[in-house]
């Protein structure tokens, strides 16, 4: 028994320091990715979207129609999403000309309108979202046909907040819809 004991430690505890030394190995550039999440900003009067017109934009503008479930306050990832990629020229430019990008607040701190929130809380359920940011692709009949994190995923890669690396990413689910 005491043996089974030592080696579950000694392995628990090999595994948080390897936790550590690639957390901190990770975090060799800096401030690269820390979050300041008193700088987040959250639209509280966004009207409730209208997921059968967004398709119908979608199809007429022949872009991808792209949702973003997040927190615009509580997420640290979806912040930093905003801050590194959405707001980057490089971003606007891709998806002024190939998305219909949508985002789905589910803010902490700050109340939306009631009509609006029930609309998220109903497409994230319907859209069986389980962690926040997800994003999801939806083609011209109103079906998903691509996700991330997928299901059972958990999380996403750290790439892909480089713009250029979630552009590549998107262009490429793009080939992949038509």
Known sequence: MRLWYDSTVRGFFYFVFSVLIITQA???KGDEWTVDMDQTVTDT???PLDLSLAITRANTQKKMLLLEFGSS????????FQQKVFSSPSFQGFEKS???FLHLDYPVKHPLRPDTQA???FLAQEFNVGMFPTFIA?????????R???????GIDVQLFYPTNFISLLASVRKNEK
């Open 98 to 100: 190939n998305l219909l």
């Open 26 to 28: 990770g975090c060799s």
């Open 119 to 121: 609309t998220n809380v």
């Open 45 to 47: 009067n966004a009207l």
């Open 148 to 154: 991330m994190p997928a299901n059972g995923d958990s």
């Open 138 to 146: 939806i083609d011209g009949n109103g079906k998903e046909f691509w």
């Open 73 to 80: 306050d509580g997420c640290p990832p979806c912040v930093l």
